[in-house]
């Protein structure tokens, strides 16, 4: 829907349940301020102005672990995809350049026993741990506003400053919600202190 649509809608309504695509700014908030409860089927809430909300008296609600086996999964699959080249690999099949078997061309990187490092080891970050962890025992570093010891315990990780994530990582995987702390934090002064053969997702 348009926020036009979404505002008609709501207007007939005193709940809504909404997601990530819809904005729930200040506009929406004030054209609604009968709704006596928001809530998202997301884990984020970056598209909500919750000040607004807050100032309106329109509690706000979330999914904090509705998705986060599927995002980890996910995450790893990329990983895995990226590091072996399978995605090169499948459009070179597909163009019909698939000449012949070569027992060392494209292998990609080997991933068991390099080190993994995680931009914010929440709830899918850690998920993320354990799979490298338990399928490649990956050396697991991380970065967060302040360590995290009882996840540290979990995967027997370590908490790095930024500066160190970028340099250590071979793999580098994001897992932070977008914020005015987190906006254009890996930018090309940072892709330069990673290393030529990481990979970043």
Known sequence: MSQPELIEFSMENQALLCTLSDMIDKNFLQKCSHLEIISQFAVGYDNIDVTEATRLGIPIGFTPDVM??????????????????????????????????????????????????????????????????????????????????????????????????????????????????TRKRFNWTAFKQMKPTAIFE
Request: proline share 2%.
């Open 68 to 181: 986060s086996e599927a995002t980890a999964d996910l995450a790893f699959g990329l990983m895995i995809a990226t590091a072996r080249k399978m995605f090169f690999l499948h459009k070179t099949i597909l163009k019909g350049e698939w000449g012949y078997f070569k027992p060392k061309g494209n292998l990609g990187m080997e991933l068991r026993g390099k080190t993994l490092g995680v931009f914010g080891l929440g709830r899918i970050g850690m998920k993320m741990a354990k799979l490298c962890k338990n399928a490649y025992d990956m050396e697991i570093i991380y970065h967060n506003r302040q360590p995290d010891r009882e996840a540290e315990k979990k995967v027997n990780a370590s908490w790095v400053n930024f500066d160190e994530l970028l340099s250590k990582s071979d793999v580098l995987s994001v897992h932070c919600i977008l914020s005015n702390e």
